[in-house]
């Protein structure tokens, strides 16, 4: 299913001639030729328009009646009028009409100043109501989250905001209550409106009714600047726009980039701004003294330190990159490894990728666009769950699904937000992700091959993906964790014939917000930067053991902390505590905290530099507001670093960088600082493009897992699983607005295990396995689980789940046991 | 048998959709069949295709009866052909202030909506069919269910109608008392179980309307016409009525009236003829005043207006008005136009759903403003906003409910415009209407409509 290409058609509007796509709504279209009309409730973001608010009237001749511009489709031909005496009588009609019932209460509204109600009642209003009687009245406002206040005497019944709640995230919380003249926006019951994405509903409100008490009353649009950059707390790398109020940032908000985010944000990256003047941000280069606490030492200091250590290590330094490390900070580090140090332990993201099936991955007729997702005959989700993971590709997925009847299949451990709207659903034990993969591709080679307890399940998978014309498979970085997965997902793609077609692909949502730039910029076992060929070192997984045993003595960690979102927390601590740890971070993070140096780092409103999409696409983040006082830029330490390590950088300014970075890599050569403006540029859409991945196998040659998933444990045993919540994460904790999102840890698990264990709802369990180490969780009964299976949050503040999960992810099973509350004893 | 067709001075009914309707017991199966039922049914099932039905259908030139008037089997023929679930939908919503033909309809002769809903349901194509029912009609929609199942049971809905091999499912859904689920893409969506709000149009629910699928929505009494089409045939249909105005017209008179109720007429009878040969004149001693001819939504006819005027829909429409649902409400000289006016403006304004901005603050502002005017507390520039605002609700709306307001508060300015003015300069009506018919005073009666109900005959 391609997006359909429609003919070009010519209207007139106002005199004017415009060439337009047939079909295309006439307001756009009029827009296109510099015609302004005024609207409150289109927006073609939230689906279909729903001709609520009538401002958009306009008159088409041949047609008596005033159409609505916004709900009505250009035929070749049309002549449109809209600055007639009978368009301005209903725009005035409407605007006046809008502010019987509006309070006016300008100044002391946090719109004022950017309101489009303020705007059009200027523009297109009648300049003065005659409305004299008295207005409806709300207690205001009222919270309509621990986030947004609502003033329902401001609202204009859009409709927005409720579009939104239902058509595009989907929870279905807010509702218009009552009718006529009275009716009003809620949710069910009064209860506060819960959703990850919810903060959009304030972007799209043209009025002050929908505010966020992180904002209110904090600025006025002529107090602020705007300035770009992208989002860099997850993958998804939404493009922003920060408020800037005497270089502080106020405000977060989407800065629309259909190739990247549709326009929309998480609240993650809309609210996480708080953590950047958070009072416990490390600023300063940092020395843990004997006493175990952190004391600053000058950046002069901190350098020498940070060399001496690395030159004492040498070869056996090994390098972590993660989170927002930039490209170019990440081929720094790479440079630093390699030709400083002669080393090559050098990795980025939490599962062992390997250079051969990345090289082989990265083939650009395999790669998807995340636009593909919209047309795309079939969308299937494997090991992921995007809500979580990389959330503004659920609502893609979802707007695929909604709007243009794209199918949707979902195969996953542990449960996923899109498991209702998916037309087939299929489960794996933890672990066994490789066996169900092969069966899918076996079942689509050949109908009804499949046999096994998952033969069912696969059977409607393959039912939903083989016939399907073009497929997006997005699949998620945990699947490196069993090698057999990635020959197995290779194989998928041939059986779907993915390479064959322009519009089908794979995307990988990394666990690190860059994690496809730092690969393809040298943080990869084995290949450097434009995945070029190096010589082999071990990968994440390995540093581990190997800062335990001693071989490895050194580790650098940028933006990455392992203790906490790695699988085997515990193994990391242990390989922290033994090694030296030189940590690049914000906050003293679980992995920070074992650190004998901590830089600083800059976050997105601070940092220059570029970030690649997991769809290839380079993106740049910019300096908007000033670090903290004295704060060095990461790329200038690390190159710093590199000059006294004998690396020969050849740059001196940031500019510099981009072009040393680009230029030494196959991949990004030739891409200049003007072709990222604005929106970016996928590397795959260059030309030569297909002859720039370095050969090197296509077929994964990996270690055989430690041990065998699936052998694990007696019949009645139950495999421990982690999945990700959005909201265990640094930022949340660190920012005032989201820390009531911090999740508690629970433990998910099947009705079926629930029943058998005599395990309740809520209830207070502590959980253990492998070597005796526990968390406390509380109990979590799904419906949509595999039984033998249970999930623990991977990345959770207080019990971790990855401290139980081992080396091996889904390898170990787990005992449960009921945690008797003091004072009580328990009865089972 | 084709009913008895006479033509004296004295306007007289002319019975079709009502021939049998005192028969005791005709909402039994066993009754309906004793007397004819359900033979059109099986032989639009089996000696007709749906092409000749929809034929027949769209030369009949069936009018819809539910307020808009247009042709019933060209609706029918714009639903797409194919292989996919098409619906029918029945409104039974009728909720116009005025309007009670349908209840009538339902209550007593349900038998003959489903036997036509099920020959509209193989010339439209459609499989699935509702017949939303208006929430207070608890006995009308009673009375239904026990039609479908006694229909069910002998074989006329089901999986095999008449052994044809063909299906068609009915199903009797209660709404929730809301007037705006009667407008056709409203009450597809409280029937899919959303808020009942007009969507927008196009596209048309024969395209893509309940549940995204193909749908034709038709109104209690247009369907209700069908078994006689299908058994006498379309010439003999258009045999009754007006060139333009085919047929026989149940219509409702309520008002000021001597017996309100009730009547099948020709269409194109005098007024007049109605409403005294039939509804037997004014009920008081007052003298008519003025009439509205189709409905509340429908502009008032003074008495010297509309009285000799043919009840057709082209009459109705060249006299500025409308022959909408067929409802007469009769006001004598005794009505408060002033009064009136807020009582139509209160009955919109409590049922606009309010999606679209005009109606939804411009039925409250007019319901404000004429509260004043009849408390007195109104200047003359009160007045000129009444009618700038009716201007600026009329042909801006997402659907027809704020024209509807608009269009007979306009026709009660302009047409007694000095009641009004003496409402400014005497501060208010009270004293003027109190006597007599309860229309005027203050205690205006918040939800009901002063009407007459039931049946003639
Ligand atoms: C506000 C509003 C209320 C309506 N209420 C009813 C109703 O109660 N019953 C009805 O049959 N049609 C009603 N209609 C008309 C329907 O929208 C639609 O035109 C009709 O059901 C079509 O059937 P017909 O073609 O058989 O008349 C209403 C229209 C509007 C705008
Ligand atoms: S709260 Fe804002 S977005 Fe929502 S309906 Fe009201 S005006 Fe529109
Ligand atoms: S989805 Fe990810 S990139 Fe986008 S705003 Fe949220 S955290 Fe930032
Ligand atoms: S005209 Fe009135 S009833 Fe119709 S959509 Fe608009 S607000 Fe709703
Ligand atoms: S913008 Fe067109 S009706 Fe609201």
């Known amino acids: 299913m391609v997006e359909p290409i429609r003919e070009l058609v010519t209207i007139t509007v106002d005199g004017r001639e415009i060439t337009a796509p047939e079909g295309q709504m006439l307001h756009d279209a009029a827009k296109s030729g510099d015609v302004e009309i005024p609207v409150f409730c289109y927006e073609p973001k939230l689906g279909e328009p729903v001709g609520a608010c009538r ?17 009505t489709p250009i035929r070749d031909g049309m002549v449109v009028h809209t600055k007639t005496d009978q368009v301005k009588e209903a725009q005035n009609a409407v605007v006046e009409f809008l502010l019987v019932n509006h309070p006016l209460d300008c100044p002391v509204c946090d719109k004022g100043g950017e309101c489009p109600l303020q705007d059009i009642s200027m523009g297109w209003g009648p300049g003065k109501s005659r409305f004299t009687d008295v207005k409806r009245h709300f207690q205001k406002p009222i919270e309509l989250s621990p ?205 062992p ?123 998620g970085e945990e699947l490196w964790s069993e090698p057999r997965a990635i020959s197995a997902l290779m194989d998928l793609a041939t059986v779907l014939g993915i390479e064959g077609t322009e519009t089908s692909g794979l995307i990988e949502i990394p666990t690190e917000a860059n994690g496809r730039g730092l690969r393809e910029v040298g943080c990869l076992p084995g290949a450097s930067a434009g995945l070029a060929e190096a010589p082999a070192g071990p990968g994440v997984s390995e540093f581990c053991e190997k800062l335990r045993d001693g071989s490895l003595e050194t580790i650098l960690l940028a933006d990455s902390d392992p203790v906490r979102t790695h699988p085997d927390g515990e193994g990391w601590k242990q390989a922290l505590g033994n090694a030296f740890v030189i940590a690049i971070s914000s906050f003293e993070t679980p992995s920070a905290s074992l650190a004998n140096l901590v830089i600083p780092a800059e976050n997105f409103s601070e940092k220059e530099g ?62 200049t600082e003007e072709d990222l403006a604005g929106q970016g540029v996928r590397w795959q859409d260059r030309e030569g493009a297909a002859g720039r991945v370095p050969a090197g196998g296509a077929t994964p040659q990996m270690a055989a897992p430690t041990s065998a998933p699936g052998s694990a444990g007696a019949p009645d045993s139950i495999r421990l699983g982690t999945r990700r ?28 295990d629930a029943e058998r264990l005599g395990l309740k709802q809520g209830q207070a369990v502590e959980v253990s396995a492998g070597d005796g180490a526990s968390v406390e969780a509380k109990v979590a009964i799904r419906e949509a689980m595999i039984p033998g299976a249970a999930f623990l949050i991977c990345g959770a503040r207080d019990g971790n789940g990855n401290l139980l999960t081992g080396a091996v992810p889904g390898s170990r099973t787990i005992r449960i046991e009921v945690a008797t509350p003091v004072g009580q004893t328990e009865n089972t | 048998m084709p009913p008895t067709k006479t033509k004296t001075e ?130 009308q929609a009673d009375t239904l269910d026990r039609a479908v199942a006694e229909a069910y049971e002998a074989g006329y809905l089901g999986e095999d109608v008449c052994g044809t091999g063909e299906q068609v499912e009915l199903v009797v859904h209660r709404g929730a008392g809301a007037y705006i689920c009667g407008e056709e893409t409203a009450l597809l969506d409280s029937l899919e179980g959303k808020r009942g709000n007009p969507r927008l149009k196009p596209p048309f629910p024969a395209v893509e309307g309940l549940y995204g699928g193909p749908t034709l929505i038709n109104n209690v009494e247009t369907l209700s016409n069908l078994p006689h ?7 003999w249909f258009r045999s009754f009525g007006t060139e333009q105005s085919p047929g026989t017209k149940v219509v409702s008179v309520s008002g000021d009236v001597a017996k309100p109720g009730n009547y099948e007429i020709e269409l194109g009878v005098p007024v007049r003829g109605i409403i005294d040969d039939l509804a037997g004149g004014a009920s008081g001693k007052a003298k008519l005043k003025c009439f509205f001819p189709g409905g509340s939504s429908s502009p008032v006819l003074t008495v010297e207006e509309g009285m000799d005027l043919p009840y057709s829909f082209e009459a109705m429409a060249d006299a500025g008005s409308m022959l909408g649902s067929g409802s007469i409400i009769v006001c004598d000289e005794e009505t408060s136009v002033v009064e009136l006016a807020l009582r139509v403006a209160r009955f919109y304004h409590h049922e606009s759903c309010g999606k679209c901005t005009p109606c939804r603050e411009g039925t409250n502002w007019t319901v404000k403003m004429l509260e004043r005017l009849s408390h007195g507390e109104a200047t003359p520039i009160d007045l000129e906003t009444i009618v700038s605002v009716q201007g600026n609700i009329t042909g801006n709306c997402l659907c027809v409910l704020g024209d509807s307001m608009a269009a007979p508060v306009s026709a009660l300015v302009a047409k007694y415009r000095p009641e009004f003015d003496q409402a400014i300069s005497m501060g208010g009506v009270n004293g003027h209407a109190t006597a007599g018919n309860g229309h005027g005073g203050d205690a205006l009666p918040d939800v009901a409509w002063p009407l007459g109900a039931g049946s003639a005959g």
Not at chain 1, 61 to 70: D, N, R, Y
Not at chain 1, 457 to 464: C, D, K, Q
């Open chain 1, 55 to 71: 401002m958009c009237l306009v008159e088409i001749e041949g047609i008596p009646k005033l159409q609505t511009s916004c709900s």
């Open chain 1, 147 to 351: 986030l947004i206040a609502l003033d329902r005497e401001r609202c204009i019944l859009c409709y927005r905001c409720v579009r939104f709640s239902q058509e595009v995230a989907e929870d279905e919380q807010l509702q218009l209550l009552e009718r006529g003249d009275r009716t009003f926006v809620g949710t069910f019951d009064d209860r506060p409106y819960d959703d990850p994405y919810h903060g959009n509903v304030i972007e799209l409100c043209p009025v002050g009714a929908l505010t966020t008490y992180t904002y209110r009353f904090r600025a006025r649009p002529w107090d602020i600047e705007d300035a770009g950059s992208v989002c860099t707390l997850c993958s998804s790398q939404c493009n922003v726009k920060f408020s800037i109020r005497d270089e502080e940032v106020l405000r977060v908000l989407a800065r629309d980039n259909e190739d990247v985010d549709d326009g929309w944000l998480c609240d993650k990256g809309r609210f996480g701004f708080q953590s950047f003047g958070s009072e416990d941000r490390i600023t300063q280069p940092m020395l843990r003294g004997g006493d175990g606490e952190l004391s600053p030492i000058s950046w002069d200091d901190a350098l020498s330190r940070v060399t001496k250590a690395l030159k004492s290590s040498g070869e056996k330094t090994a390098v972590l990159a993660g989170g927002g490390t930039s490209n170019e900070e990440g081929w720094l580090l790479g440079r630093v490894l390699r030709e400083g140090l002669a080393g090559n332990a050098i990795d980025s993201g939490a599962h």
């Open chain 1, 353 to 475: 990728a390997d250079a051969g099936a990345v090289r082989g991955l990265s083939n650009p007729a395999l790669t998807a666009r995340m636009r593909d997702i919209d047309h795309a005959g079939a969308v299937l989700v494997l090991g992921a769950d995007p809500r979580n993971e990389m959330p503004i590709c659920d609502l893609r997925i979802r707007k695929g699904v909604r709007r243009n009847g794209v199918r949707l299949a979902v195969a996953t451990d542990s449960p996923t937000a899109l498991d209702r709207r998916a037309h087939a659903v299929g489960r794996y034990l933890p672990g066994a992700a490789a066996g169900f993969i092969s069966q899918l591709a076996g079942e689509i080679r050949s109908e009804g091959s499949s046999s096994g307890p998952d033969a069912e399940a696969v059977a409607a998978l393959a039912t939903e993906l083989r016939g399907a014309e073009d497929v997006v498979v997005v699949w």
């Open chain 1, 610 to 671: 570029t970030i690649t999409h997991p769809e290839g696409r380079l993106q740049r983040v910019r300096r908007n507001v000033p670090p903290p006082d004295g704060l060095l830029p990461t790329w200038n330490f690390l190159a710093a670093v590199a000059t006294e390590l004998g690396v020969d950088c050849g740059f001196s300014d940031q500019p510099g960088l981009f072009t040393a970075m680009t230029s030494s890599n196959g991949l990004y050569q030739g891409i």
């Open chain 1, 725 to 752: 919540d959005l909201w265990a994460a640094e930022v949340a904790e660190r920012s005032p607005a989201l820390e009531f999102l911090v999740p508690m840890q629970s433990l998910e698990i099947s009705i079926p």
């Open chain 2, 10 to 139: 004295k306007t007289t009914e002319t019975r079709i959709l009502f021939r049998n309707i005192d028969e005791p017991g005709l909402s039994k199966i066993s009754t309906y069949k004793r007397l004819g039922g359900y033979k059109s049914l099986v032989k639009a099932y089996t000696e007709m295709t749906p092409e000749d039905l929809l034929a027949e259908l769209e030369a009949s030139d069936l009018r819809g009866r539910g307020g808009a008037g247009f042709s019933m089997g060209k609706k029918a023929s714009f639903l797409p052909r194919g292989d996919m679930d098409k619906y029918l939908c029945c409104n039974a919503d009728e909720s116009e202030p005025g309007t009670f033909k349908d209840r009538e309809l339902m209550q007593k002769n349900p038998h003959q909506l489903i036997e036509g809903m099920v020959i509209a349901a193989r010339a439209a194509g459609a499989n699935r069919c509702f017949i939303y029912i208006r929430g207070e009609y608890v006995l």
């Open chain 2, 229 to 235: 089409i299908v058994a006498s045939g379309a010439e």
